[in-house]
């Protein structure tokens, strides 16, 4: 077995103090140039690796931030994790990350899990009602909370909105010509799930009180969207057009469709939310709200970095605004000329008109 290189091993091969060796690696100033390179040298010629306990203990940081999120699977988390690590290493810091499947329990193992480890917590909780049990489990640390209800506990909260972005969407599918619209809802008390479903409804009943909600049950799985879908299949009187409350759902809701040969968007319009790579390479090519997921990872690692060095971030805290994304899953094919429709009286969502790689019909 290969003997562990210490600080004491490369102060001996660089001929110099172990107080030097620290400083040197540390970047601190009091550190001539020669001897920092001679140091630097040393060490990666002998893949000295910090004992990171030892120096959290003098330092008192860990150079780690911890992320809990709901799930890891999917392109959603896929896409806010790379957001988040590209900010990370920029700064030269390492991420802990956590899931907890939407138990509430299991959350709260996971953020006492990460006392004493972290310097700082990047929380993901879109569970409504929820900040008063994060304020009961967050570690005495910095801390910003994705996609979580702002504005009870006193955490730094940033996100999206979700409301306007689903208020778009279906006054988009109203201009279209469809009135009988159903809704594929997200998990119950899931606050993305909760205010995306109120901005449907809002909209329907704005645009005319006549026009009834139909709401589907759905947790924002392939699967329960696939359901979904034959439910409506089923019914009596089909929808005009779905809105799914994620991207996943609707995909879910489109393959329902395909094997029961209804056409989409001819015979049953669909939409989704989120705009996951996936989206523009099926056939039809999604419409969907675009979500910039990466950013907002990206963003919110930042948000945290600011806390860290005790900025005020609350001039940042504005929710993501989504775009609206027209592609063939809700309308034919567009005239000469119609590169970007906007929607009306919406000044936060901006509608874009793109073309997937299938065949228009």
Avoid at 36 to 47: C, D, F, K, P, Q
Avoid at 171 to 200: C, K, T
Avoid at 225 to 247: H, I, K, M, S, T
Avoid at 257 to 270: S, T, Y
């Amino acid at each position: 077995m290969t003997a562990t290189v210490t600080i004491r091993d490369v102060a001996r091969a660089a001929q110099v103090s172990v107080a030097t060796v620290s400083r040197a690696l540390n970047g601190h100033d009091n550190v001539t140039d020669a001897v920092r390179r001679r140091v630097l040298a040393v060490a990666s010629e002998l893949r000295y690796s910090p004992h990171h306990a030892a120096r959290s203990l003098s330092s008192r940081r860990t150079h780690t931030i911890g992320v809990v999120l709901p799930d890891l699977h999917g392109e959603f988390f896929s896409e806010l994790m790379r957001g988040i690590d590209h900010v990370a290493r920029e700064s030269g810091l390492h991420l802990l990350v956590s899931s907890y499947h939407g138990h509430p329990e299991e959350q709260a193992s996971a953020l006492r899990a990460m006392r004493g480890r972290v310097d700082g917590l990047l929380v993901m909780s879109p569970h409504a009602g929820d900040l008063d049990f994060l304020g009961e489990n967050l570690a005495a640390l910095p801390a910003v909370l994705i996609n979580s209800q702002p504005g009870r506990s006193g955490q730094i909260a940033f996100g999206i909105d979700n409301y306007s972005g689903a208020r778009t969407m279906v006054e988009h599918l109203l201009s279209a010509g469809h009135r009988r619209i159903a809704f594929v809802a997200g998990p119950a008390n899931n606050f993305d799930a909760f205010e995306r479903q109120r901005g449907y409804r809002d909209a329907l009943a704005e645009a005319d009180p006549t026009l009834a909600p139909w709401v589907l049950p759905g947790d924002f799985s392939e699967a329960s969207g696939y359901l979904a879908g034959q439910a409506l299949l089923a019914a009596d009187e089909r929808p005009q057009a779905v809105f799914a409350a994620n991207d996943m759902m609707a995909l879910g809701c489109l393959f329902a469709l395909n094997q029961a040969g209804v056409r989409v968007p001819d015979d049953i319009a669909l939409a989704g939310f989120d705009d996951i790579p996936l989206a523009r390479y099926v056939v039809p090519s999604l419409t969907t709200m675009r979500v910039k997921i990466d950013e907002l990872g990206a963003h919110a690692m930042r948000l945290l970095l600011e806390l860290q060095e005790g900025l005020d971030v609350s001039a940042r805290l504005s929710p993501q605004a989504p775009e609206l994304i027209v592609r063939e899953s809700s309308v034919a094919k567009p005239h000469e000329g119609a590169n970007e429709e906007r929607v009306p009286d919406r000044k936060r969502a901006v509608a874009k008109r793109e073309s997937g790689g299938g065949k228009r019909t």
